[in-house]
């Protein structure tokens, strides 16, 4: 038997494909914004406008991003045979910018007195990938 098996009969993992170049310009330094402009479609840049417009004390702003790289994240996810429910681990580094996109906008949502969506989001989070839920918090 393999370490992987999911003994429940679930879904397997999603793992995204990667995309090297967003994660590249963000840690070469280059400004998130600018990285967002040129690949839009990435979660990790939006997820990390998101936890920067936090930490300046903008959560309606970091909501607003965060919104933005989960549901970059669902297309992504969707196009990678994810049917909306299963695991996402947070071991699987492509998949680490939706997870962050989804911890920034339960922290943003609880925030600014979203009190469902912050519960829906850790449930979602939390389900999704316990290692991403215990790291991220």
Not at 104 to 130: K, V, W
Request: aromatic fraction near 8%; glycine fraction near 8%.
């Amino acid at each position: 038997m393999s370490l992987h098996e999911n003994l429940l009969g679930g879904p397997p993992p999603t793992h995204l494909p990667d995309d090297p170049e967003p994660r590249e310009l963000l840690a070469s330094g280059t400004a998130p914004s600018e990285v967002a402009a040129k690949y839009p479609a990435s979660s990790l840049v939006w997820a990390q406008l998101a936890d920067d417009a936090f930490a300046e004390g903008a959560p309606v702003a970091s909501y607003a991003y965060a919104r933005t790289g989960y549901h970059r994240g669902l297309d992504a996810l969707r196009r990678s045979g994810w049917k909306g429910h299963g695991p996402i681990p947070f071991e699987h580094e492509p998949n680490r910018g939706f997870l962050r996109a989804l911890h920034a906008l339960a922290r943003a949502a609880q925030a600014i007195g979203e009190q469902e969506e912050y519960e829906r989001c850790t449930t979602f989070l939390r389900d999704s990938s316990p290692t991403a839920a215990q790291t991220l918090s």
